[in-house]
């Protein structure tokens, strides 16, 4: 597969396949599609021609043509995969509960005796 990248506000890159004739479109909003027996013309042009549009080979050869046979339409997130997303979302009450002992939203309990230690040091430590 040869990965095509230009500019464009529509489409991040596609990826073609000449001997197979097949064309897999990346999307800026995170949709793939994946066409096959697209013309292998195109795919030459499309590799030869650096000026030429990559929406507008989208259009022609893959979105409206008649020959081109749409395959598979997915969405992955442009950004993140699975396995890093789940860094940036926030812990179940489940995970909280194995962590903390308690569902977080239950409030805090504190051991008091604890805390009268740690305010009793921190007052003889800027007492002088």
Not at 11 to 16: G, H, M, P, Q, S
Not at 55 to 70: K, M, P, T
Not at 84 to 95: G, I, M, N, S
Not at 115 to 120: A, G, I, R, S
């Amino acid at each position: 597969m040869k990965n095509v990248h230009r500019s464009s506000t529509f489409i991040d890159k596609i990826e073609t396949s000449l001997r197979k004739g097949e064309a897999t479109v990346y999307l800026k909003d995170g949709n793939i599609y994946q066409y096959s027996n697209v013309s292998r013309r195109a795919i030459i042009n499309l590799s030869v021609n650096e000026n030429l549009s990559l929406g507008f080979w989208f259009n022609v050869n893959c979105a409206q043509s008649e020959r081109a046979v749409l395959v598979n339409k997915s969405w992955e997130t442009p950004w993140l995969n699975e396995e890093e997303l789940e860094d940036y979302l926030e812990p179940t009450d489940a995970e909280l509960s194995a962590s903390f002992g308690t569902r977080w939203h239950d409030g805090c309990h504190f051991n008091q005796e604890e805390v009268d230690e740690l305010n009793e040091e921190y007052a003889t430590a800027n007492a002088w």
